[in-house]
């Protein structure tokens, strides 16, 4: 394989979450269903484990979301979906090791992440990396807010 044909497959691969983006119903859904089942054992695994997780999924995330636009030909492509691991693992960081809670939160996250209200729009404004990855990360910011209000 070349270099070039490597290089795509690799950036494919990490940002649609090993491939979830590329099924044909509802992809944002199985990358976040991706995160969910990540959660769990991240969480019992400290704070700092968790954190250092999401990290290297959010830079991943930046990293892969702009060239993969690029080969797949789409701004915000729905296949990229390593966006929405990093939005939903914001979303229940810190959540207390309950899969009510958890489930909870997955559905206000998808809510938001689709229905968009202001000012998730904004943070995506653009065409690059950072904003395919904002806006889900300010939905995953304001599905914890929700679940804090909650009592979470």
């Known amino acids: 394989m070349s270099n070039r044909r490597s290089h795509k497959f690799l950036v494919l691969a990490v940002a649609t979450a090993g491939g979830l983006g590329f099924f044909p119903l509802a992809p944002g859904t199985w990358g976040s269903l991706a995160a969910l089942l990540l959660w ?3 969480a019992q695994s400290g704070p700092w484990l968790y954190t250092l997780a999401f990290a290297i999924i959010l830079a991943a995330a930046l990293l892969t979301a702009g060239p993969a636009q690029k080969y797949l030909g789409r701004i915000d492509h729905r296949a990229i979906v390593l966006d929405e691991v ?8 810190g959540l207390p090791l309950s899969w009510t809670w958890a489930v909870v939160g997955f559905a206000l996250f998808r809510l938001l992440d689709i229905i968009k209200p202001w000012p998730i729009p904004w943070f995506s404004a653009g065409h690059g990396a950072l904003d395919v990855v904002s806006d889900d990360l300010i939905a995953g910011l304001f599905t914890r807010l929700l679940l804090e209000g909650l009592g979470c």
């Not at 990093?86 to 960081?93: E, I, Q, V």
């Open 40 to 42: 769990r054992p991240l």
């Open 86 to 93: 990093a939005g939903l693992l914001l979303a229940l960081a």
